[in-house]
């Protein structure tokens, strides 16, 4: 996941390859639930891990169901119906899904059984509405109150008397959740009766109801629909676990990677998304036909879609979208990449979720240039041909706004010259549903070797490069380069294999199949972990003299060039902006004096309780120094366009921030 600030996508070329989806946060937190209400326990596999999820589970061990890994899934021991805490204050984040039917299901477990609860989120989920839901359990005789503003929550669900055999009566027309929370729920209040819904108004986004019916199905709860009016819940239903049950991928998720395929992949090489396919229970899946009506070519398995580029420029769409809600705010930025206007209408339920979507979407799709006209329930987007321009793009921690925007950065294709980066602010708001989306968008996305940002930082040894650049990658969510791991691997790979220091040849061999895995900050030399050894004395000492070794230079090429990766690289070492990378788009000379390098790096032993002399290390350093600038092979020298630093009387925060000053210079966003 990127905890960064900012997220900035270089212009995008292509995409081919294979993505494997998280799992439906809406079967997720549905199954959650139904387990949690069932007797005996549930085996829930490919569970959605994300901050939805993690909050009903959260929830549901406060209320007493004991929740643990089994067979790589999550083992669920339900409350048989039975409430085992009387009080609880639960917390449930910005989660739609785990807000109304804990709400509901509580309301009704509080009235049947005693007991009171409060329900509370972010301050967004403070605004989003849930009065009809409270208005239909009222309307049976719960006691529900607010505990903030009327219509919205918190709230205390605090008994009250249930009247079984009285109809409930709910509005359809805001969101499709209340439905969802009263079916998932009311089964609890079957044990007089038959327990009769009915819906008010026109109810909207039916397929999601279509899932709630589907899964209470599986726990042996058989509804009866009378068309989409009349719900019956049997009398004396019984949540039944089924033992195992296996979620399938996120549908909306899915979307990004169609859109992808639909922008970005030919033919030959189509982007596959597996977790999802013809056989979907969720009705996002039809986005599948909303994005073939633009012009992708779509293969479908049951489980799998392989998506490539058909129409181009795409074709513009006038579509009623009520059937994909959340999907549908990724054809609002396919519709960028379009040959006319495209209008997506009777989305009014965009008003009510993480953000106002509609409002969201058009002053963002603004930013990046493009004609927007937005309506109560509706938006129409004008597409953009050469005229794209970099934004910043605000995205109200609403993780689809995030990733839907990400598909902007394949600007280039609809004509931009050159292409325009994207930048995502607080790329983090993703984990609501797809915490590696951006790391999964990268793994199949490709980019111009030459739009990849590199930032180098070069200086002598103990200037306190590489902490720089790894703060410096760490704040931009970058990839690392430590070139001088390379040397002191090779080093260390040679005192192991007893090579001598002159022997050129060999060691270039050596250097040349050095089997190294790159885990975070951690360091594997043919299997075992080194990142302590390599920083050993005589490990850098021998590395001085390899790196002098023009063959070892060039061994290593391949494998520091392979490090440009998207989104970016921050590469350390001697001369990273002088032959590695020269065209960096920043380059970093770092230096400190020479009593100062030695000053730290006198602190660094001591602190391991390595005895050392600053005199000796001063010296040695300076030797060190006249070594690397005096060889011939990629000398240590300030490439020209470097700028210089001098950290010496600056912490290391401040040097973070001097490099990330001037690197939001040289950006364009
Ligand atoms: O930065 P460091 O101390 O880990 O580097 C170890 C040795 O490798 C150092 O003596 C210089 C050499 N080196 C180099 O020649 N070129 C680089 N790009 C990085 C390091």
């Known amino acids: 996941m990127y905890a960064t600030e900012f997220l900035d996508l270089p212009p995008l070329q292509g995409a081919a390859g294979t993505v494997r989806l998280p799992g439906s946060k809406s079967i997720s937190?549905?199954?959650?639930?139904?387990?949690?209400?069932?007797?005996?326990?549930t085996v829930l596999h490919d569970l959605l891990d994300s901050d939805d999820t993690r909050v009903m589970i959260a929830a549901l061990r406060q209320l007493g169901c004991r929740i643990e890994p089994q067979d790589g899934g999550l083992c669920v021991t339900g409350l048989g119906g039975r409430l085992e805490v009387r009080q609880a204050q639960l917390f449930l984040g910005n989660a739609g899904t785990a807000m109304r039917p804990l709400c509901a299901a509580l309301a009704l477990l509080s009235g049947l059984q005693g007991g009171e609860f409060e329900v509370s989120g972010v301050a967004r989920m403070h605004e989003r509405p849930i009065g009809d839901l409270v208005d239909a359990l009222r309307g049976i005789g719960c006691r529900i109150d607010y505990l903030g503003n009327e219509g919205y929550p918190p709230l205390r669900l605090a008994g009250g008397q249930p009247r079984p055999g009285e109809p409930l009566r709910v509005r359809g027309d805001v969101s499709s959740q209340f439905l969802t929370a009263l079916l998932l729920a009311l089964p609890l209040m079957s044990e007089h009766g038959p327990v009769v819904i009915e819906v008010e108004g026109?109810?909207?986004?039916?397929?999601?109801?279509?899932?709630?019916?589907?899964?209470l199905r599986r726990f042996g709860i058989e509804v009866a629909r009378d068309?989409?009016?009349?719900?019956?819940?049997?009398?004396?239903?019984?949540?039944?676990?089924?033992g195992h049950v296996h979620v399938e991928g996120d549908a909306s998720s899915a979307s990004y990677f169609v859109a992808l395929g639909a922008i970005a992949a030919e033919a030959a090489r189509p982007v596959r998304i597996e977790g999802v396919g013809a056989e979907s229970i969720q009705g996002d899946i039809r986005f599948v036909e909303a994005a073939e009506a633009m012009g992708a070519v779509v293969r479908q398995g049951p489980n799998w879609l392989e998506v490539s580029r058909g129409a181009w420029p795409l074709r513009a769409l006038d579509l009623d979208c009520n059937h994909i809600p959340d999907a549908a705010m990724t054809l609002a930025v396919m519709a960028l990449y379009a040959d006319g206007p495209t209008r997506l209408r009777n989305i009014a339920s965009w008003r009510v979720k993480e953000t106002d979507r509609i409002a969201a979407m058009a002053t963002e799709l603004r930013k990046l240039g493009a004609h927007v006209i937005e309506g109560p329930d509706y938006i129409e987007v004008h597409p953009l041909a050469g005229d794209w321009r970099p934004a910043a793009i605000h995205t109200y921690d609403d993780h689809r706004v995030a990733m839907c925007f990400s598909l902007a950065a394949f600007n280039a294709l609809a004509g931009a010259r050159p292409g325009v980066p994207v930048r995502i602010l607080d790329p983090k708001c993703v984990a609501k549903t797809f915490p590696d989306y951006f790391e999964t968008l990268f793994s199949v996305a490709q980019a111009r070797t030459a739009d990849i940002p590199v930032i180098t930082i070069d200086g002598p040894t103990a200037s306190g490069k590489g902490t720089l650049a790894s703060e410096v990658a760490q704040a931009l969510g970058y990839h690392l380069l430590d070139s001088g791991a390379l040397y002191r691997a090779t080093a260390l790979a040679a005192l192991d294999a007893g090579?001598?220091?002159?022997?050129?040849?060999?060691?270039?061999?050596l250097a040349g199949r050095l089997a190294l895995r790159f885990d975070g900050q951690r360091i594997e030399l043919d299997g075992r972990d080194v990142t302590e050894t390599l920083r050993r004395e005589d490990v850098g000492l021998l590395a001085s003299r390899v790196s002098a070794l023009p063959g070892v230079r060039q061994a290593l090429l391949e494998l520091q060039l392979a490090f440009r990766r998207l989104p970016g690289l921050v590469a350390d070492g001697r001369d990273m902006g002088t032959v590695i990378f020269p065209d960096a788009r920043l380059k970093v000379f770092l230096t400190a004096s020479a009593a100062t390098r030695a000053e730290r790096r006198h602190k660094q032993l001591i602190s391991k309780g390595i005895p050392a002399s600053i005199d000796d290390l001063r010296q040695d350093l300076e030797a060190r120094d006249a070594r690397d600038r005096s060889r011939s092979a990629a000398p240590l020298v300030p490439a020209e366009d470097a700028v210089s630093l001098d950290n010496s009387s600056l912490s290391i925060e401040e040097s973070v921030q001097q490099v990330l000053a001037w690197w939001q210079q040289r950006r364009p966003v």
């Open 227 to 242: 068309e989409w009016r009349r719900f019956t819940i049997p009398a004396h239903s019984r949540y039944r676990s089924p």
């Open 499 to 509: 090579i001598p220091a002159d022997d050129e040849a060999s060691l270039s061999r």
């Open 29 to 41: 937190n549905r199954l959650l639930l139904l387990a949690g209400l069932s007797e005996g326990r």
């Open 202 to 215: 026109e109810l909207i986004s039916k397929p999601y109801i279509e899932i709630t019916l589907n899964l």
